[in-house]
Nanobody, 116 residues
Framework: QVQLVESGGGLVQPGGSLRLSCAASGAIFSFNAMSWYRQAPGKERELVASIGNSGRTTYVDSVKGRFAISRDNAANMVYLQMNSLKPEDTAVYYC??????????WGKGTLVTVSS
């Protein structure tokens, strides 16, 4: 079994920054991709950013230029640097890891609240 634990969420003012971290542990041999999702109250889960095993990154249009995903394979960590935060970024952010064959694991989430 693989466990994912997110951290780094909290309350931040509009225009501020946060860095989310996701630590993976368990029977880990390789990752095909790691991603960050978010879900705001009353809304569906949304893919925010992904990073493949080659380092290629993708982002939802609403966060391009503001968010950056990165990974440290040796430490089994993935990060999401969030800058110029807006109230509409408020959500629970989830980390996902995808393994060969399409097997995936999820963390329990960390809450990000952007408010004055």
């Amino acid at each position: 079994q693989v466990q994912l634990v997110e951290s780094g969420g909290g309350l931040v003012q509009p225009g501020g920054s946060l860095r989310l971290s996701c630590a993976a542990s368990g029977a880990i041999f390789s990752f095909n991709a790691m991603s960050w999702y978010r879900q705001a109250p009353g809304k569906e889960r949304e893919l925010v950013a992904s990073i493949g095993n080659s380092g290629r990154t993708t982002y939802v249009d609403s966060v391009k230029g503001r968010f950056a995903i990165s990974r440290d394979n040796a430490a089994n960590m993935v990060y999401l640097q969030m800058n110029s935060l807006k109230p509409e970024d408020t959500a629970v952010y989830y980390c996902e890891a995808i393994f060969p064959g399409g097997l995936d694991y999820w963390g329990k989430g960390t809450l990000v609240t952007v408010s004055s």
